[in-house]
């Protein structure tokens, strides 16, 4: 073996130090760092790189690509996410909560696939008998897969030597060790050098490895942070366990755009793609109600309509909270910051409570506008109307800014059957767009003006 050699790796940012200290001089985070040895596996990739051999330099125009087409997975929604499909000798790490549905995507995937390719599902989590019991459920083609039970990653590097899969599923990275490491399984040393020794493997043979990995609470890869760093892609499947809807959501792609969403819905045949997902969080009641209105949102390529809620209540603390679920808790506390300066609306000895219905999380900054409204609408205890929908960029001095895709996302709200809509000045469509009554606003203080207006 190899010499190995001790460094401490931060959990958190994956810097390496020489030595231990309570804090990371990198990131700043405390208590993150952790003993690591690197042994060969890792001291062989740093000498090689992945793809395991000593290159020279070469013009970039002369590096030869052999045209590899990409793999579909089967499912329109994955490969949206994918960029169109999974890459031989790529390394696809996909993380989520305990229950997200990660296995039973994957499951799904690989039945399928194996019916025209070579592919192998190694799971260190559940029985085979598990999985076989929730395939044969799912009325999945089980025939062709091979599946392993294991955890050893030099076992399984062997019986990728000998069965030469095509595509591999790890379920979970976190479970697998290498004799060579010291620490336990899960721990950072152990899965980081797993993943090197698995990647590493992977484009030496040209196979697509897909790595299922935990998430901790905050929402981090648990542990080992510094996985990022070695993978292609990184995939989030979203969605509350207890919600119908779940999201996949790519947020590093070495292939293609990271914007993509894909929507799924878990169900008793295991999970079904959403299509057309346009209308899915829309679940309106029937009487209108005081801080609920519907914003489009745009993801990738898609609108998406959203009902954004909000709750404004007098506290009974002497610091009020601002809760914000699916949206940026930083951007609601600019948001009221930006309402009380520009619209006069004092909300500071108020508890302030906003959701987005469904489960969904929504980064995109059109949302601004629909959450104010919402928070206004609460604030006076007012109905906004049913029919209406809003989007729009707000900025620090009350301005409400355009955002990308104004026409698609009014023409999409007009086909779910809306008939007002309250956009940024320079959203608003030349020519009408039918059924459509549409104000496009420059200022903060134009929106308050118009939701007097509704009362
Ligand atoms: P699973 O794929 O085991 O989650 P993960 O591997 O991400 O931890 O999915 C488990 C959840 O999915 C479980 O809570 C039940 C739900 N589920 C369904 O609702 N329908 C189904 O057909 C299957 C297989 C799972
Ligand atoms: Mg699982």
């Given at each position: 073996m190899a010499k190995s050699k001790t460094v401490y790796v931060c959990t958190d940012c994956g810097s390496e130090h020489a030595k231990w200290q309570g804090q990371c001089s990198d990131c700043g985070e405390w208590n993150t760092l952790s003993r690591l040895s690197v042994d060969s596996t890792t001291a062989a990739v740093r000498k090689r790189g992945f793809a395991g051999e000593i290159q020279s330099a070469q013009r970039l125009s002369d590096v030869s690509m052999e045209d590899t087409p990409r793999l579909s997975t089967?499912?329109?929604?994955?490969?949206?996410?994918?960029?169109?499909?999974l890459v031989p000798g790529s390394a696809v790490l996909i993380s989520g909560n305990p229950g997200a549905g990660?296995?039973?995507?994957?499951?799904?995937?690989?039945?399928?696939?194996?019916?025209?390719?070579?592919?192998?599902?190694?799971?260190?989590?559940?029985?085979?008998?598990?999985?076989?019991?929730?395939?044969?459920?799912?009325?999945?083609?089980?025939e062709q897969l091979n599946v392993m039970s294991q955890t050893n990653v030099d076992n399984i590097i062997a019986t990728w030597d000998d069965m030469k899969p095509r595509l591999m599923v790890i379920d979970s990275i976190q479970v697998m060790y290498l004799d060579s490491v010291e620490s336990a399984p899960g721990g950072v040393a152990q899965v980081r050098e797993c993943a090197a020794a698995l990647i590493?493997?992977?484009?030496?043979?040209?196979t697509v490895l897909l790595l299922v990995g935990h998430v901790t609470k905050e929402g981090n890869l648990a542990g080992p942070r510094v996985l990022e760093h070695m993978?292609?892609?990184?995939?989030?499947?979203?969605?509350?366990?207890?919600?119908?809807?779940?999201?996949?959501?790519?947020?590093?792609?070495?292939?293609?755009?990271?914007?993509?969403?894909?929507?799924?819905?878990?169900?008793?045949?295991?999970?079904?793609?959403?299509?057309?997902?346009?209308?899915?969080f829309l679940s309106r009641s029937e009487e209108p109600?005081?801080?609920?209105?519907?914003?489009?949102?745009?993801?990738?390529?898609?609108?998406?309509?959203?009902?954004?809620?909000?709750?404004?209540?007098?506290?009974?603390l002497g610091n009020p909270r601002r809760v914000a679920v699916g949206f940026e808790q930083n951007r609601l506390a600019m948001l009221l910051a930006v309402l009380h300066r520009h619209g006069g609306l004092q909300v500071g000895d108020q508890d302030v409570f906003v959701n987005a219905v469904g489960g969904i999380r929504v980064a995109?900054?059109?949302?601004?506008?629909?959450?104010?409204?919402?928070v206004i609408s609460s604030f006076?205890?007012?109905?906004?109307?049913?029919?209406?929908?809003?989007?729009?960029?707000?900025?620090?001095?009350?301005?409400?800014?355009?955002?990308?895709?104004?026409?698609?996302?009014?023409?999409?709200?007009?086909?779910?059957?809306?008939?007002?809509?309250i956009v940024p000045k320079a959203n608003a469509p030349k020519g009408p767009?039918?059924?459509?009554?549409?104000?496009?606003?420059?200022?903060?203080?134009?929106?308050?003006?118009?939701?007097?207006?509704?009362?």
């Open positions: 089967g499912m329109k929604e994955f490969d949206r996410v994918l960029g169109g499909g990660k296995s039973t995507l994957l499951i799904q995937m690989m039945c399928r696939l194996a019916e025209s390719n070579p592919a192998l599902y190694v799971t260190g989590e559940e029985s085979l008998a598990q999985i076989a019991m929730r395939a044969r459920r799912l009325q999945l083609p089980i590493q493997q992977a484009k030496k043979t040209n993978i292609d892609c990184f995939i989030m499947l979203e969605g509350d366990n207890d919600s119908r809807y779940r999201t996949l959501r790519g947020s590093k792609n070495r292939f293609g755009a990271v914007n993509e969403l894909g929507i799924f819905a878990m169900t008793d045949k295991g999970l079904l793609e959403v299509s057309n997902p346009s209308a899915i109600s005081p801080g609920s209105v519907v914003m489009v949102v745009w993801e990738g390529t898609r609108p998406l309509l959203v009902e954004a809620q909000a709750l404004v209540d007098s506290s009974a995109e900054t059109s949302s601004d506008l629909a959450l104010l409204l919402a006076r205890n007012k109905p906004l109307p049913q029919d209406l929908v809003c989007f729009g960029e707000v900025g620090l001095s009350g301005e409400i800014r355009p955002v990308p895709n104004g026409q698609e996302r009014l023409r999409e709200a007009a086909k779910h059957g809306f008939t007002q809509a767009i039918e059924g459509m009554r549409i104000t496009g606003i420059q200022k903060l203080s134009e929106a308050l003006d118009l939701l007097s207006g509704f009362d």
